[in-house]
């Protein structure tokens, strides 16, 4: 919301939602002034509170409060007040709404000095923040004046505790390769969900862009666990690609055809090696998984199976992740006794992983 004083001088508001003061991992948002000179005290300390810079030659955050552990926050930022084009990190215990007050920013700001430090695992990583008074749309292949810059930014998700990437505006041509491009890829951020990347020359990516998918094409994937043990991949949009697309499972030696089956869940424990999934596109190494005929479907309280070769595991998850159900050739078909609610059910019999989604009525 803008309010006008005198034409000169405007006032925004930002709601700022309360956080769960017990979880540290909870309530936290980024912020930045589109105004000149904004006092980042009082306004913006009112206690309960932290509110931090990120400092990339220490590769840490640095909180207003700390003023003599090094590095203190005037030696990483300079000034108690917003600096414009500089993002900030804030949580509060209580909610309620921020104003930044002052002349309205309208020119270009430039944004320089960005340092390259260290080996830690955000090194190069700086937080930047809209100086204007008005949304911004990313598009590093037009828009924006970049040098030796990359072109895929990342915005924090509250919800999913993660970072989403913010990429380029697609085109007919991208000049992409099968390694690292600065303006095409993004390098991976860790945030507090499970860390789920593709891996390309060592490099951890949560944006890559292939210049285009062929018979013989593979990509490798790191996964770590959060708190949990049970995990869920959803492949979207595979009907669209050139190619079928295969999930190899490492860890467990399950390959699931994602054209047909996209959705694969799993489990995971401390320890597994992160470079979990291999992902192939083709039939490339596939000889004796192309085999379609293992069918699955729910009607009326039962799971049906047909053509399972054999033994089948049945497993059944939820929409949170957890599993439900779970048994070794049970009969066929299978009966569920289950609440209302969306399902998927994976199906593994000794050549195919089928994996299907069902919905259970009042």
Known sequence: MIHSNTGVNVTFER???????????DGWHFLSSPVSSEMISPAFTTDPYDFY??????????????????????TATGSTNFILGKGYMAAYD????????????????????????????N???????????????????????????????????????????????????????????????????????PAFYSIVTGMKLSTNSLPSLANSTEILF??????????????????SLPE?????????????DLTQNPVYSFTSSTGDNPDRFLLKFGNVGMVGHEV??????YSQEKLFLSNTAGD????????????????????NPVQLNLVAGIYFARVTSKQQVKTVKFFIGQ
């Open 123 to 193: 090194r190069s990583w700086h937080l930047l923040g809209n100086p204007f008074g008005s949304a911004l749309t990313w598009d590093a292949s037009a828009s924006w004046s970049l040098t030796n810059i990359a072109g895929v930014a990342k915005i924090w998700n509250e919800a999913n505790q993660s970072y989403s990437d913010l990429t380029s505006s697609p085109s007919i041509v991208i000049p992409a390769t099968n390694g690292f491009d600065l303006m095409y890829d993004g390098e991976f951020l860790a945030g507090y969900a």
């Open 312 to 331: 089948a595991l049945v497993e059944i998850y939820d929409m949170a992740g957890r599993q439900v159900f779970q048994c070794n050739t049970c009969g």
């Open 222 to 239: 790191g996964f770590v666990k959060s708190g949990g043990a049970n995990y869920r991949i959803e492949a979207k949009c595979v009907e």
């Open 292 to 297: 379609n005929n293992l069918r699955v479907w």
């Open 94 to 121: 209580d909610s309620g709404v921020k104003l930044f007050t002052g002349t309205m920013n309208v020119g270009n700001v430039a944004v320089s000095g960005l340092t390259i430090t260290g080996s830690g695992l």
């Open 15 to 25: 709601y700022m939602n309360n956080a769960d003061w017990t979880n540290w991992q």
């Open 244 to 256: 079928k697309a295969y999930l190899h499972d490492l860890k467990t030696g399950t390959i699931t």
């Open 53 to 74: 810079c990120w400092y990339e030659p220490a590769n840490q955050w640095v909180n207003y409060k700390n003023t003599t552990t090094p590095p203190a926050w005037n």
